[in-house]
């Protein structure tokens, strides 16, 4: 028996939606457990010489913490992933992992007669996993999603004319611990009213008017702090603004998440950078049997 998980690539804050806005992205890891093959843990795609084999990687992790928290026992797997979504460049790549592990092991609980788990036992397992709900939420349900970090998520129909636009710096990374550790405890009742203005202007703008989305991006909580830490991506992204780009640090980054518009479609940033025109993700996590 095999099981085969599909899980999105994430953007997560999307610019002042900190910690909590998220949308799902058209690029995908699959995962591939065999009940039937002997034990092994194999990969491909990107990151693979750097993800252990011993068990110690983050969809084993998942797969075990699904275990732990349902009291099931998994049997013994053969574990494969094919992964599209870069490492430590702000698309989701340890959200999809958790989300991975949980599904699949959701699947051979239910395939063995032990139960199953609800899509909303998938979020809230990987959320508490992971750490970072606002990107379980997408990859879990697709779309565009409002989680608030204890153990909800509000999943919204993203416009159908978004056009995400992913620049991926090739040599850059920036580890969540990181980029967060460079952040202030505390933050001014000006700034904090501004993300809100803005943030419930990005609601819109994500669901229903994307031509608000240049002024809905709007941040004061991280985006600055962050793109300080990565000069070189700093410089792109002011090149974006002052084009008039909509544009936002993508999680924690070093990527940037842009839109093409009926202005224009995102300049090609340069040497050095990857850019991906990708559609939003609408499923979220798939698994299949075979």
């Not at 063995?112 to 397992?125: A, I, K, Y």
């Not at 070189?232 to 924690?252: E, I, Q, W, Y």
């Not at 090609?268 to 996590?285: C, F, K, Y």
Request: charged content about 20%.
């Amino acid at each position: 028996m095999r099981f085969i998980a599909q899980v999105p690539a994430t953007s997560a804050n999307l610019g002042p939606g900190f910690d909590c806005l998220g949308i799902a992205l058209a690029l995908y890891n699959e995962v591939t457990i065999d009940l039937d093959a002997a034990p092994s843990i194999s990969w491909e795609g990107e990151g693979a010489s750097e993800i252990p084999t011993d068990g110690s990687d983050m969809i084993s992790r998942a797969l075990a913490h699904a275990a732990n928290a349902t009291g099931a026992k998994l049997p013994d797997l053969a574990l494969h992933a094919l992964n599209r979504i870069p490492l430590e460049r702000g698309l989701g790549s340890s959200s999809a992992a958790a989300v991975a592990g949980i599904s699949l092991a959701g699947a051979v609980m239910a395939a063995t007669g032990v139960g199953g788990l609800s899509q909303d036992e998938v979020f809230q397992l990987a959320a508490r996993f992971e750490g970072h709900p606002d990107n379980a939420a997408p990859a879990v349900y697709g779309g565009f999603t409002i989680a608030d970090g204890e153990g909800a998520a509000v999943r919204l129909q993203p416009h159908a004319s978004l056009r995400p636009v992913a620049l991926i710096p090739e040599e850059v990374r920036l580890p969540t611990l990181e980029a967060r550790a460079a952040l202030s405890g505390e933050v001014s009742r000006e700034d904090a009213v501004f993300n809100l203005r803005h943030t419930a202007e990005a609601v819109v703008a994500f669901t229903s008017d994307p031509s608000l989305l240049g002024s809905a991006l709007a941040d004061r909580l991280h985006q600055d702090v962050r793109l300080g830490l990565v000069p070189t991506v700093r410089d792109v992204f002011d090149r974006l603004v002052s084009a008039g780009v909509p544009v936002c640090v993508s999680g924690a980054g070093p990527t940037l998440m842009a839109f093409d518009t009926e202005a224009g479609d995102v300049p090609e940033p340069g040497e050095g950078w990857q850019l991906l025109r990708l559609q939003v993700d609408t499923e979220g996590a798939v698994v299949e049997g075979r």
